[in-house]
Nanobody
Framework: QVQLVESGGGLVQPGGSLRLSCAAS????????MGWYRQAPGKQRELVAT???????DYTDSVKGRFTVSRDNAKNTVYLQMNSLKPEDTAVYYC???????????????WGQGTQVTVSS
């Protein structure tokens, strides 16, 4: 019905940068919000950054000033620009989207498959 496809993860040295992308496709009527979560080994999944349909953004404290979330509405794509990466940013990053579907006009929560980000020297 709705698919989220992530890309852009990988291995980077401390202090480096990566940009994650998440493209949404399928029976999409509108977006309420899109964002990124992450889960490190042995830890719970946590919110990293979100952006609402109106544009406001929110970040977890540990990434403020280093990460930037943005959207390209024409491409149904959300991005996460990650700068000054630290080893503690290592995790699987998941795209999340709250979407109103064409078929039901109800709001649903969708997840991507996850992409690994490893920060190591």
């Amino acid at each position: 019905q709705v698919q989220l496809v992530e890309s852009g993860g990988g291995l980077v040295q401390p202090g480096g940068s990566l940009r994650l992308s998440c493209a949404a496709s399928g029976s999409i009527s509108s977006f309420t919000a899109m964002g990124w979560y992450r889960q490190a080994p042995g830890k719970q999944r946590e919110l990293v950054a979100t952006i609402t349909s109106g544009g406001p953004t929110d970040y977890t404290d540990s990434v403020k000033g280093r990460f930037t979330v943005s959207r390209d509405n024409a491409k149904n794509t959300v991005y996460l620009q990650m700068n000054s990466l630290k080893p503690e940013d290592t995790a699987v990053y998941y795209c999340n989207a709250v979407i109103v579907t064409v078929t039901t006009l109800y709001e649903y929560n969708f997840w991507g498959q996850g992409t690994q980000v490893t920060v190591s020297s």
